[in-house]
């Protein structure tokens, strides 16, 4: 009888009269930077990256025409061979569009340099090593570079197997790769 009271008593939450009531996500599924309290204000402490929303300022499923509101015109369009859609390439940055929206964003070093590198509209720099400060470890450690995960998606950044340097970074849908 004990049992069955404790198994009652524990879905008594999903049995609620109140159609007000919405799940709440588990606050470990979604890491947040940590926050200190001081004078009743939020003060960040860390310069940690717990989404990533944006790269060179262009969203994952940004419609086509939002990037065009948002880039312009692009210097070139190209065919993508592995994912069968076009590839919008900007001075800062290249994305492929699928089906009308943004699928991917890539970034490389020579944009990276020349335009800055945004992830979230906060800066990075790959080349001074402040990604583990930002990102903390990889979530995977590939023969090509680093992949980070923040829920679906993804980032990686491609290292160069001879130097270690960075080739580039690739904002994408981790469930669509």
Request: glycine share 8%.
């Amino acid at each position: 009888m004990n049992v069955i009271l404790l198994l009652l008593g524990l879905l008594s939450s999903y049995f609620s009269a109140s159609p007000q009531q919405e799940p709440v996500a588990a606050a470990w599924l979604y890491p947040q930077p940590p926050v200190v309290q001081s004078f009743g204000h939020s003060v960040n402490t860390s310069s940690y990256i717990g989404s990533f929303n944006s790269l060179a300022g262009v969203s994952l499923y940004m419609p086509l025409e939002e990037l065009l509101q948002v880039k312009g015109s692009p210097l070139e369009v190209t065919p993508d061979p592995w994912q069968g859609c076009q590839e919008y390439h900007y001075a800062d940055m290249s994305a492929g569009i699928c089906e009308g929206a943004v699928l991917y964003v890539h970034v490389t070093p020579t944009e990276a340099r020349q335009y800055g590198l945004y992830l979230n509209d906060q800066r990075i720099e790959p080349h001074k090593n402040n990604l583990v400060e930002m990102l903390g470890t990889p979530d995977f450690v590939a023969e090509d570079g680093d992949v980070y995960m923040r829920g679906s998606t993804a980032l990686k950044i491609y290292r160069n197997s001879q130097t270690g340097e960075w080739d580039g970074i690739d904002l994408f849908d981790g469930n669509s790769s």
